[in-house]
């Protein structure tokens, strides 16, 4: 039985293909080549040029002396056009909107679990494997657990995708902790034993923020104000910031105010204003209840009309206890009267049933009790 590998020149998928061997099975591995300098241009039609270097080809390379040194063969494939329409596109879009999205749950969606399995299977895979530190049980239909590791589980990035595709995916290195993962590296002398985790955009790579969307957004700079409508400073463009950023405001030493560190509280999409409120637990960053839109069911066992179920709100944050009431299939109602601090329009809010994860949808609206939270994001 043929197994393809996803490798993308990391630890995490080069002891996945190796695990793989162990256990008998025929091992091919399949590099995702998804950005394209010359294709992806700027806002004026330049190539994607004067950013820091795209590590995608050192990746390849990495990939390539990884299936080397396990005397597997290494497929190679464009998603260039693929993930610009369905990742990069509405990764834009969104931010253009005043909210803030979760490209790696839209790679997921659309390129990891749905165009990388179809080239898979059209090079006579039998199923595909990942690096992922998730886990997939042996129901029928199968669910998605939560890696072992809970400071590396990635079942959150893996919300968007079909509880039918769990059925043609492995997940090797679910039940290892990322210590045993490089452990085993090591252990068999891999190339990337001790290569750093890759962070950033999901295929751009650790890019300068602000300097790379300024590459596909023209200037439009703005008042920040604080909750009363003071004018304290200007900023770059609403895309720039998200709910409950500290970083990058350049507000400091104002003496009208308390020497508090300032947050993102509000973005006006209309009025093209950064609103800031001072201190980590100001109550205009806390809310008691949001609403979900494209919600996906990956345990489609867990729809119910009412439910409880711990949530989050964001990748690593500690679950959160909530009541949940669908509105329609794809929309839901979320209740955690604790209150939560940052709950973002555009971002993910995953569910989950102790180690089962029910599936997640993305952030629409937000309020504490009956006040709206984030009123300037359009919808």
């Known amino acids: 039985m043929k197994i393809i590998v996803g490798m993308s020149g990391g630890v995490d998928s080069s002891v996945a293909a190796l695990l793989l061997i162990e256990q008998g099975f025929e091992v091919e591995g ?24 795209c590590p995608q080809e050192t990746d390849f390379l990495d990939a390539q002396r990884v299936c080397d040194q396990l005397g597997i063969h290494l497929h190679r494939h464009d998603f260039v056009h ?17 909210r803030t999205p979760n ?19 059209a090079l006579g895979a039998y199923k595909i494997a990942m690096g992922h530190f998730a886990r997939i049980d042996s129901d029928v239909p199968p669910k998605l657990l939560r890696g ?31 210590a045993e993962v490089r452990a085993l590296a090591k252990k068999h002398g891999l190339q990337t034993a001790s290569k750093p985790d890759s962070t950033g955009i999901c295929f751009i790579g650790e890019r300068r923020f602000s300097q790379f969307l300024s ?3 023209s200037p439009h700079p703005g008042d920040i104000i604080s909750e009363n409508h003071e004018i304290l400073g200007r900023h770059d463009g609403l895309m720039y910031y998200t709910i409950g950023q500290r970083k990058g405001l350049r507000i400091g030493g104002d003496n009208r105010f308390q020497s508090l560190p300032w947050f993102v509280s509000d973005k006006d999409v209309t009025h093209n204003t950064l609103t800031v409120v ?17 919600f996906n069911w990956v345990s489609r066992a867990h729809r119910q009309p009412r439910f409880a179920a711990s949530a989050k709100f964001r990748y690593r944050q500690a679950d959160v206890q909530v009541n949940v009431e669908m ?41 504490y009790e009956d006040e709206t939270r984030h009123i300037g994001v359009v919808q």
């Open 30 to 53: 399949l590099f995702m080549r998804n950005w394209d300098s010359a294709i992806n241009q700027d806002v004026e039609g330049n190539p994607d040029i004067d950013l820091d270097t």
């Open 82 to 98: 693929e993930y610009w329409d369905h990742v990069f596109a509405t990764f834009l879009r969104e931010l253009e909107a005043g």
């Open 103 to 121: 490209p790696d749950i839209l790679c997921n969606k659309h390129i990891k679990f749905d165009q990388f399995i179809s080239a898979a299977k």
């Open 148 to 178: 072992v590791d809970a400071n590396k589980d990635q079942s959150y990035f893996l919300c968007q995708i079909a509880q039918d595709d769990l059925n043609d995916v492995i997940f090797p290195i679910g039940h290892l902790t990322k």
């Open 215 to 217: 590459n596909y957004f």
């Open 278 to 294: 001072q201190g980590f637990h100001h109550p205009k960053l806390y809310s008691t209840h949001c609403f979900l839109e494209d």
């Open 327 to 367: 509105i329609d299939e794809t929309k839901l109602h979320v209740t955690y009267l604790q209150g939560v601090r940052a709950v973002t329009p555009g971002q993910a809010c995953v569910l989950y049933q102790g180690e089962v994860m029910i599936g997640g949808g993305t952030i629409d609206r937000v309020f």
